[in-house]
């Protein structure tokens, strides 16, 4: 169950569930398909052979059964939709996985945004994408909550999820700041940039910055709008063959206005 405690900290860390363990077993055989896949390594393989980014990389249905494995258990379906309505169909989940070594910097990554991904641990808002040779922020991908579901075993310092507690409150002001007065379905043209740097300044001054390492049977929930990274690998991490692996499911708003409207 998804505690009040959510709404003010915009993550919760779900108990461990047996079957969800045995769903991520099921998984796991994809994932290692995925993570060999010469073309998916082509597109995903990135920050010099260190993160897999893995953007629906998953076989998955819109249960989210994966290769005749179990959907995704009644209970943390029960436990999402508490707080953020009733599931949609899924989509293919993210495999967001990590090396040893990581982060290296980004093919085409300025050195400043090399920095960035290693002392700020590249945190960002989803769906905000940078555009442009000067990577100005819009609104492309509304999402409704983000859920990670760990596939491998890996040490708490093995580049975990790190979360700005709170932040996910000050990003919401912001954006409603920016976008008032604006419809919608308009929000994609507004250049959101300058206002998401301030909110991400103010975040950084004033939240806690929450490392989550997790393991197959755990679950995480984040808010859309809560700033969040990855850590860099701890010296002497250790991690399954496949590296920190986590699905992350990530589903669009139906109604774009749920982005700042919604819980």
């Not at 003010?8 to 079957?19: E, H, I, K, S, V």
């Not at 700041?177 to 909110?199: F, K, M, N, R, S």
């Not at 859309?224 to 990274?229: P, Q, W, Y």
């Amino acid at each position: 169950m998804v505690t009040g405690d959510y709404a003010a900290r915009g993550w919760a860390r779900l108990p461990f569930d047996a079957t969800l363990l045995s769903w991520a077993r099921a998984a796991r055989p994809a994932a290692r398909a995925a993570l060999a896949d010469p073309a998916l390594r082509a597109r995903w393989l990135d920050c010099e052979g260190t993160w897999f980014v893995g953007v629906d990389a998953l076989a998955n249905d819109a249960a989210g059964r994966v290769a005749g494995g179990p959907a995704l258990p009644e209970g943390l379906r029960a436990a999402v939709e508490a707080v953020h309505g009733p599931l949609p169909p899924l989509h293919r989940a993210q495999l967001s996985t990590v090396f040893p070594g990581y982060p290296k910097p980004r093919a085409g990554e300025s050195t400043a945004a090399s920095r960035y991904r290693a002392t700020r641990d590249a945190a960002h808002v989803d769906g905000l994408l940078p555009e442009g040779p000067e990577r100005r922020r819009h609104l492309r991908e509304p999402h409704r909550w983000i859920l990670g579901l760990p596939l491998t075993d890996a040490d708490p310092e093995a580049a975990p999820l790190v979360v700005w507690e709170g932040s996910h409150a000050i990003m919401r002001e912001a954006f409603a700041q920016a976008l008032a007065g604006i419809a919608p379905q308009d929000w994609g043209a507004v250049d959101l940039t300058e206002a998401y740097h301030a909110a991400r300044r103010t975040a950084f001054e004033t939240c806690r910055r929450v490392p989550l390492p997790a393991a197959p049977g755990d679950a995480v929930l984040v808010h859309r709008l809560a700033l969040h990274g990855v850590a860099p690998w701890g010296a002497g991490a250790k991690a399954a063959p496949e590296g920190r692996c986590i699905a992350y499911f990530r589903p669009l708003c139906a109604d774009p206005g749920d982005w700042l409207a919604a819980p």
